[in-house]
DNA sequence: ACCATGTGAGACGTGGACGTCTCAGAAGGA
DNA sequence: TCCTTCTGAGACGTCCACGTCTCACATGGT
């Protein structure tokens, strides 16, 4: 009488499949998404009451995501422009999820938002912050809109890597190199 | 016997509404769309034979007025920064259609995309490119990269000014500062 | 006055995606 | 073996937006 299977790996593997695809075709069906993660339409809303409740929970996961790649950064540590390095490099491979997810946001821009995009919000425009306080970056550009900026780079990356612009490899280092040092040269030292 | 009125003037009317509108909410019904012209649905399609006409008008201005700042900024015309400066500039009028337009390509991946796009892409390159010849911009950074950076950046500062995140009249230069120069301080020269 | 043209209002049918339900079968433990 | 649990397949019904159509009315020229 003790219950063995209560849908919690498969549900992390739905979970993974749907934000691949709806990251490639944000409006893939139900049905598209249930087979893309091989159950069948049935199941996936045994998993998800509905769509709202996928789209909700993969903003859960994008945020979970990135508050994870943000730890993993340790934004508090050494150099603020070493910390953004980090950032990114952490948050690549959410990137496309993310892109997702910020697209979506603009699409219901009239109901509430999840309270973990406040919460993301804040600690990346703390982290933009202490660089500004450090002396590392301009003052003249405001957190609120670096972190903006920030996203609409990573989004702008992964669309551009999905699309065969840019290789895969220079993801990073491009998204880094642009919201760091800007287009123009840097006069030698 | 001369015809008068060929519904020249209130299509162009009703096609910037419909931007307007469709830039806030891009999910907005035919229905919503025609109200916000103040003119019927039944109208609204004697103009556009259905949504996806409309969607490709909006397409067609969108890349209209783009080509439009392209050459109000004279991109081949002295230092390849100030001429980004002037394109920014002029292209925020068209920043709210532009990220609208963005996201919506995204969404129909699979069908062949305007080909004004590619032809813009290409010019916006060739910018960024003259400003490498010019040794003014940095090289490890690819055209390509640099467009879809663009686009993505006035999608970005058109979104955060919608939402009231950033003001609206730092748009361009929160832009430009930061596609030009980047988060970091520069070097007193 | 007449007529032509454009318009608004609304009805109508259609299609697609959604959400719910049922039922038979597979899988696995007792 | 039995029985519980989960699953796939599919059949509904619903809803919403779309596209089309009709018809009466207003406008504006002749």
Redesign the pocket.
């Known amino acids: 009488m003790?219950y063995?299977?209560?849908?919690a790996v498969?549900h992390d593997h739905v979970l993974r499949t749907a934000a691949a695809l709806l990251t490639r075709r944000a409006t893939a069906?139900?049905?598209e998404v249930a087979r893309a993660a091989?159950?069948?339409?049935?199941?996936l809303?045994?998993h998800f009451?509905?769509?709202?409740a996928l789209i909700r929970a993969l903003e859960d996961l994008g945020i979970a995501e990135c508050e994870a790649a943000l730890e993993a950064a340790r934004p508090d540590e050494g150099p603020a422009a070493d910390a953004v390095r980090r950032l990114v490099r952490a948050l690549e491979p959410s990137a496309a999820l993310l892109a997702f997810l910020y697209t979506e946001n603009q699409l219901f821009e009239g109901e509430e938002q999840n309270e973990g995009w406040t919460r993301l919000d804040a600690r990346l425009a703390a982290l933009f912050r202490r660089g500004q306080d450090r002396g590392e970056f301009r003052i003249d550009l405001s957190p609120a809109w670096l972190t903006e900026a920030l996203y609409g780079l990573l989004g702008s990356g992964a669309w551009a890597v999905a699309e065969g612009r840019v290789a895969r490899n220079d993801f990073t280092y491009m998204i880094v190199e642009l919201l760091l040092g800007g287009v123009c040269r840097r006069e030698e030292p």
């Open positions: 003790v063995v299977c209560f849908m498969d069906t139900m049905d091989g159950i069948s339409r049935a199941t809303h045994r009451a509905g769509r709202d």
